[in-house]
């Protein structure tokens, strides 16, 4: 496949079951997403939204279809391939943060760096300014039971920018979280945006697609609309690296 964008899909499709159980969780789904663009893809429970994540993101495999993140292709990798890639290169966020509950929240945050190989010292340093950077440099060593909702999330977040992910992938990161603390991931959202982070979130949230620079509404498997935002840019000019600014 050609193309420049940074994570691209042709004619992704994933089934599950079999017969008259058969259901087209995701069916023929194109999509290019360019280094630097924040992505809000929006639907109704059930419409896939999930499946799609999960396949650009290598954690599970389409039935049909190639993925590309930058130079890999993801859906013929090996599963040893995919774990590395999905280490160095992929950022997770999900709904339920899926924090290591015995781990303080910078020893949360460092684990990833700690797996991908770097030394515990630098992998404490970087968790540090990362935490820092989500606002929760006095919480570093709090169990995930002592922080709110939206702390959580926030140390979900830093965790998935440690490894300088080409891409984060959210999966309706503040369906959990209340007003408050939905603004707080929004904020930091907007600031990845800025920094030109390269960001797919599935949302319910009509205030996070609202900060997003395209929206691609997803109903049967299916895109629906895709539609840019005026006035935003598409990120095609930013190169991946060069913008990071305070994040890295
Ligand atoms: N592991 C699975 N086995 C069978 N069906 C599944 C599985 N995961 C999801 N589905 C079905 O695939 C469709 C899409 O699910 P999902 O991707 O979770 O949607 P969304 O995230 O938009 O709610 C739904 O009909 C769901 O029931
Ligand atoms: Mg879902």
């Known amino acids: 496949m050609t193309g420049s964008a940074l994570l691209r899909a042709r004619g992704v499709t994933r089934w599950y079951g079999r017969g008259s159980a ?34 650009l993101g290598g954690l599970q495999r389409p039935t049909d279809g190639e993925i ?12 040893r391939g995919l774990a590395r890639l999905r280490r160095h290169h992929i950022g997770f ?32 340093q970087r968790a540090m300014t990362l935490l820092d950077r989500v606002g929760l440099a006095d919480r570093a060593k709090h169990l995930p039971s002592a922080l709110s909702g939206g702390q959580r999330q926030r140390v979900a977040i830093a965790r998935a920018l440690s490894n300088e992910p080409l891409v984060v992938l959210a999966d309706e990161p503040t369906g ?14 907007e600031e990845l945006r800025t920094a030109g982070q390269t960001l797919v979130v599935v949302t319910h949230d009509a205030r996070i697609a609202a900060v997003a620079d395209r929206v691609i ?5 299916s895109f629906a609309d895709d539609s840019r935002l005026a006035g935003t840019t598409t990120g095609t000019t930013v190169g991946t690296g060069t913008v990071y600014g305070g994040w890295r």
Do not use: Y
């Open 22 to 55: 058969l259901v087209r969780a995701v069916d023929e789904v194109d999509l290019e997403v360019p280094a630097g663009q924040t992505l809000a893809i929006m639907g109704p429970s059930g419409c896939g939204k999930s499946t799609l994540l999960h396949l």
């Open 217 to 221: 509404s997803m109903r049967d498997g």
């Open 176 to 189: 959990n979280l209340d007003s408050a603390a939905t603004l707080e991931v929004l904020r930091l959202f």
């Open 68 to 79: 590309w993140l930058a130079e890999h292709r993801i859906d013929e990798m090996s599963e």
């Open 93 to 124: 966020v999900f709904q339920s943060f899926h924090l290591m509950d015995e781990l303080t929240a910078v020893e949360n945050v460092e684990l990833a760096a700690l797996l991908a190989g770097q030394s515990p010292h630098r992998a404490r």
